[in-house]
């Protein structure tokens, strides 16, 4: 089971300020993902990384960015909020294996922009 | 036709039946199958997984895959009030850079 940390883990902020959320997993996995739900709804894939300095964007077209400078590090950054980013942010690693890998996802971080 | 489906539910089944939730994918070249449960607020956790066809069980709870038909179910013995949750069905093929697609999640309620 992979430990994987978000923070903050919640977070309300005005429109116009830049944000950015922490993910940080400890059992080396080179596969990170971001994923956007809003609630009761499906979990949208925004950003991805295979290892260090590679990352793409989604399937959902998203405002923010993120970056892959360390192994255990992905963070997501968004430089001016808006009402419209509120949402929970999922980040998840994968152990290796290919198709067989499995993601374990943090415990998420909840964006309110007022 | 989304390419992974879920019936959304809710199913409710009292406590102590069988729960019996259904996935159905529509890449025949899918290689890996998921399943995580995900609670009201909170982030998706893995139950289990499979890769060959038949059943695969683990606790109270088995996977069952059948290519040839192109559908996963899971199965939850003895079902408990707290496995009331969103079951969140998850497919992996060789190719789209081998990304997770997820269902939309069938939402079970275990009623005392």
């Known amino acids: 089971e992979a430990d994987i940390y978000q923070t903050p883990r919640y977070l309300v902020i005005g429109t116009g300020k830049k944000i950015t959320l922490e993910c940080s997993q400890t059992?080396?996995?080179?596969?990170m993902y971001w994923y956007q739900q809003d609630p009761g709804m499906e979990l949208h894939l925004i950003h991805y990384?295979?290892?260090?300095?590679?990352?793409e964007k989604g399937d959902l077209s998203s405002e923010s960015t993120v970056s892959r400078i360390r192994t255990e590090h992905f963070p997501l950054t968004l430089e001016s909020a808006r009402p419209s980013h509120t949402s929970q942010y999922l980040c998840?690693?994968?152990?290796?294996?290919?198709?067989?890998?499995?993601?374990?996802f943090g415990e998420g971080s909840r964006l309110t922009v007022l | 036709q989304k390419e992974v489906e879920q019936n959304s539910g809710p199913l409710s089944v009292p406590e102590g039946a069988i729960a019996s939730l259904n996935c159905t994918y529509s890449d025949r070249g899918s290689q890996s199958f998921f399943w995580y449960r995900q609670y009201s607020g909170k982030s998706p956790e893995l139950i289990m997984f499979i890769y060959s066809n038949g059943d695969k069980e683990d606790g109270r709870f088995t996977a069952q895959l059948n290519k040839a038909s192109q559908y996963v179910s899971l199965l939850i013995r003895d079902s408990q009030p707290s496995d009331s949750a969103t079951y969140l069905c998850?497919?992996?093929?060789?190719?789209?850079?081998?990304?997770?697609?997820w269902g939309l999640g069938t939402s079970l309620a275990v009623n005392p």
């Open positions: 998840a690693s994968q152990t290796s294996g290919g198709v067989t890998g499995e993601l374990f």
């Open positions: 059992m080396g996995h080179d596969k």
């Open positions: 998850a497919v992996r093929n060789a190719g789209n850079n081998r990304k997770l697609i």
């Open positions: 990384s295979y290892g260090v300095n590679s990352t």
